[in-house]
């Protein structure tokens, strides 16, 4: 199957700074990215759609101020969480589609304290 | 976001035994309905995905029912061994591959 790597894979910050998450589409052209976020024992829940070339289009109830998405090149979308706080702290995972198939990341797992 | 619900929250089968998972849905316009794995600290997996246009689909121990009348839809480990147990979820979208709505996800765990 396709892949799509994140990294990094983990990352631990202090409050009120930004961290940069990336997803890339290594054996494929991806002009549309997901990502979701997942806390702990929960479900996925999507955040923001990532369209390459254009705005990237939010969730209800997700901040774009505070979830900066950049999709510059149709292989990389990066997730900027600025100003993090604790209750950021989670498992971010992004998605590139290849022939209509959801092809995940690893995920990356965000603690701030 | 429309909901997918999926029960039971947690499952607990011995080896060799038949793991059900199931899930509803609310959206009429989706038409594509994946199930996932998830082993922790990882990112789900696809294990098989089925469409509104057949009620069954098999693929080696896993087989996804699906009753578009009910808006329901079950996936069927057979014969379930250790390394099955992982959390599994169902997903829905309106285009398959995007906008993934996931249901609450299923521990399960199989038994020696």
């Known amino acids: 199957g396709a892949v799509v790597s994140q990294h990094p894979s983990w990352v631990i910050c202090k409050s009120g700074t930004s961290v940069k998450i990336e997803c890339r589409s290594l054996?494929?052209?991806?002009?549309?990215m997901f990502w979701y976020r997942q806390f702990p024992k929960q479900s996925l829940m999507l955040m923001a759609t990532s369209n390459e070339g254009s705005k990237a289009t939010y969730e209800q109830g997700v901040e774009k101020d505070k979830f900066l998405i950049n999709h510059a090149s149709l292989t990389l979308s990066t997730l900027t969480v600025t100003s993090a706080h604790p209750e950021d702290s989670s498992f971010y995972i992004c998605?590139?589609?290849?022939?209509?198939?959801?092809?995940f990341g690893q995920g990356t797992r965000l603690t701030v304290v | 976001q429309q909901q997918v619900k999926q029960s039971p929250q947690s499952l607990i089968v011995q080896k060799g035994g038949i793991s059900i998972i199931n899930c509803a849905y609310e959206n009429t316009a989706f038409d594509y309905f994946p199930w996932y794995q998830q082993f922790p600290g990882k990112g789900p997996a696809l294990l098989i995905a089925i469409r509104p246009d057949v009620s069954e689909k098999k693929e080696g121990r896993f087989t996804i029912s699906f009753n578009k009348s009910a808006k329901q839809f079950s996936l069927h480990i057979m014969d379930s061994q250790p390394g099955d147990s992982a959390t599994y979820f169902c997903a829905a979208s309106e285009t398959s591959g995007s906008r993934l709505t996931f249901g609450e996800g299923t521990q399960l765990t199989v038994n020696p």
């Open positions: 998605t590139g589609e290849r022939n209509t198939e959801a092809f």
């Open positions: 054996d494929f052209q991806a002009t549309t």
